[in-house]
């Protein structure tokens, strides 16, 4: 059963002239290595990073604030480079209750063109 459906928009030029400080407040190391990796794009895959938490917030039926931070919400690639949301700390506890005893399954897509990243969330509860 699907419980949370989010998506996303973001310009990518918006992650230009942000500072290292502002990008390690944000991202993840393993998500800045990522971009890093690709300098000629990193922009773009932070684009891509920002959309899929702010797509996940909202298929969590929440946003960031008092009790989920940045660092909760993360991008990792699986062995086949296919993207994957890793959650923590309050973004793992809002999971866990919107699931209501069910097992959760989340479900990610990263799109993106030259100027604009859009990611989309679903969130499944399955019956253990």
């Known amino acids: ?15 230009l002239d942000w500072s290292a400080f502002k990008k390690q407040r944000i991202f993840t190391k393993t998500e800045l290595e990522y971009a890093d990796n690709d300098n000629a794009n990193a922009e773009k895959h932070l684009a891509n990073f920002w959309a899929a938490r702010e797509a996940c917030l ?13 660092a909760d919400v993360s991008v990792i ?3 086949s480079g296919a993207p994957e949301l890793l959650l923590n700390g309050g973004a793992k506890t809002a999971l866990k209750e919107l699931c209501n005893g069910k097992t959760a399954q989340i479900h990610l897509s990263i799109t993106d063109q030259t100027d604009y990243s859009a990611a989309i969330v679903v969130i499944e509860a399955i019956e253990k």
Do not use: P, Q
């Not at 059963?1 to 998506?7: D, L, P, Q, T």
């Open 77 to 79: 690639h699986n062995d």
């Open 58 to 70: 909202k298929a969590l039926h929440t946003g960031f604030g008092e009790n989920i931070s940045f």
């Open 1 to 15: 059963m699907i419980i949370g459906i989010g998506i996303d928009l973001v310009e990518c030029n918006r992650f």
